[in-house]
């Protein structure tokens, strides 16, 4: 039995959390084994290691060492697991966030990036990434209105758009497992797009 792993990606104030709820909500009235976790996270360890991501300096080589130390975690304790049952698993970010993030955003090494990649991933990526697609200058609007930032929605809109840039190009190296969701329009168009691409492909 092998399960289904489907990620969510796109800078910050993209608006995926909410479409992410429609599509659990969609799945668990569907499915009996509907695991939803994120990254940076989804373990115990891995949950610290965000705390520490998120709110404490650090390099960028050491920042992509703890975001791939807490993945290591969660796929060897939640996400394999988890396919190996046959669960349907969604996660909110994974490595193309590294490499959108640490990579495009910091400017740190895409060779190294790739090289933890194959160690701690084995080979394994999800099904299906979700890629929210909306232009930095309208995020930084949607985030100045949030809460207290953390050290990545802090930033300012050209690391946003390095960001974006990541996301580009790790989407047209990998197309045949991105799906690009125009974010740029009212959150029901966002949602029935959404839909309507994942029933295709008998996701929905
Ligand atoms: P996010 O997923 O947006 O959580 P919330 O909705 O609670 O704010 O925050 C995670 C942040 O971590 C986001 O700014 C992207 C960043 N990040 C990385 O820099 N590298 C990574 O590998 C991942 C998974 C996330």
Excluded: N
């Excluded at 709820?21 to 569907?30: F, V």
């Amino acid at each position: 039995m092998s399960g289904r792993f489907l990620s969510l990606e796109g800078i910050d104030g993209a608006g995926k959390t909410t479409h992410l709820e429609a599509l659990e909500r969609r799945w668990r009235s569907q499915h009996a084994d509907v695991v939803r976790t994120r990254e940076p996270g989804g373990t115990p360890l891995a949950e610290k290691l965000r705390e520490m991501v998120l709110h404490d300096a650090m390099d960028p080589l050491c920042e992509s060492l703890l975001v791939f130390a807490g993945r290591r975690d969660h796929l060897a304790t939640v996400i394999e697991p988890a396919l190996a049952r046959g669960a349907w698993v969604l996660c909110d970010r994974f490595t193309d966030a590294t490499f959108a993030y640490q990579g495009g955003g910091r400017g740190f090494d895409l060779a190294v990036l790739g090289q933890l990649e194959s160690w701690v991933q084995q080979g394994r990526q999800p099904d299906l990434t979700l890629w929210f697609d909306l232009p930095p200058a309208i995020a930084a609007q949607r985030l100045a209105a949030a809460r207290q930032p953390d050290r990545f929605e802090a930033m300012d809109q050209a690391f946003f758009e390095r960001v974006q840039a990541g996301y580009r190009a790790r989407a047209e190296a990998q197309p045949q497992r991105f799906v690009r969701i125009d974010a740029d329009q009212r959150v029901e168009a966002v949602a029935a797009q959404l839909q309507s691409e994942l029933s295709r492909r008998g996701w929905w």
